[in-house]
T-cell receptor, first 112, second 114 residues
Framework: AQSVSQHNHHVILSEAASLELGCNYS??????LFWYVQYPGQHLQLLLKYFSGDPLVKGIKGFEAEFIKSKFSFNLRKPSVQWSDTAEYFC??????????FGSGTKLNVKP | DAGVTQSPTHLIKTRGQQVTLRCSPK?????VSWYQQALGQGPQFIFQYYEEEERQRGNFPDRFSGHQFPNYSSELNVNALLLGDSALYLC?????????????FGPGTRLTVL
């Protein structure tokens, strides 16, 4: 069965630190990959997505993610986090233009 | 431009009862997907509606059913409620039912089953 794993459940960083959140998915054919973010009190919203082309994709607010097919990974990165990046981050995978699977989320707490 | 709206915001039911949740998609969107998010978990895909038909379904029992209306709004129905059905139910809309389409999420309906 398809699955998505986010190994870091809770990350605490100081402002200006670099961020990398891991996302691994099980093999299941053609994949389309997404990162969503949920800021406190707000809806889930799209950060970035990948479905073809350059495996390094850039999203909003300085975030980027790299698709590494051989490792079944789609890690999210940001060179320098801000207090306003405090949120919960979800990796999501669409298999074969079919169903969506979400990871369990990573809560990021950025200390000012 | 109104985003995705869901009603009601909160709902309390008892075991065995039935519940209906409602979703209005973002303007111009024709596809609605429903998710269940238990506390501390990521959203779990229930099903997706496009052109008034269920197109995809996750691993949920038949107690979970839905409907899409000609104006693209949608309902999620859950029969014979169990305690384990307590969760946040999210609706997401998109333009098209393909896997590359960005989904826009609503605020969710918090269902508590006692």
């Amino acid at each position: 069965a398809q699955s998505v794993s986010q190994h870091n459940h809770h990350v605490i960083l100081s402002e200006a630190a670099s961020l990398e959140l891991g996302c691994n998915y099980s093999y299941g054919g053609t994949v389309n990959l997404f990162w969503y973010v949920q800021y406190p009190g707000q809806h889930l919203q799209l950060l970035l997505k990948y479905f073809s082309g350059d495996p390094l994709v850039k999203g909003i607010k300085g975030f980027e993610a790299e698709f590494i097919k051989s490792k079944f990974s789609f890690n999210l990165r940001k060179p320098s986090v801000q207090w306003s990046d405090t949120a919960e981050y979800f990796c999501a995978v669409n298999y074969n233009f079919n169903k969506f699977y979400f990871g369990s989320g990573t809560k990021l707490n950025v200390k000012p | 431009d109104a985003g995705v709206t869901q009603s009601p915001t909160h709902l309390i039911k008892t075991r065995g009862q039935q519940v209906t949740l409602r979703c209005s998609p973002k303007s111009g969107h024709d596809t609605v997907s429903w998710y269940q998010q238990a506390l501390g978990q990521g959203p779990q895909f229930i099903f997706q509606y496009y052109e008034e038909e269920e197109r995809q379904r996750g691993n949920f029992p038949d107690r979970f059913s839905g409907h899409q209306f000609p104006n693209y709004s949608s309902e999620l129905n859950v029969n014979a409620l169990l305690l384990g059905d307590s969760a946040l139910y999210l609706c997401a809309s998109s333009l098209g039912a393909g896997g590359t389409d960005t989904q826009y999420f609503g605020p969710g309906t918090r269902l508590t089953v006692l």
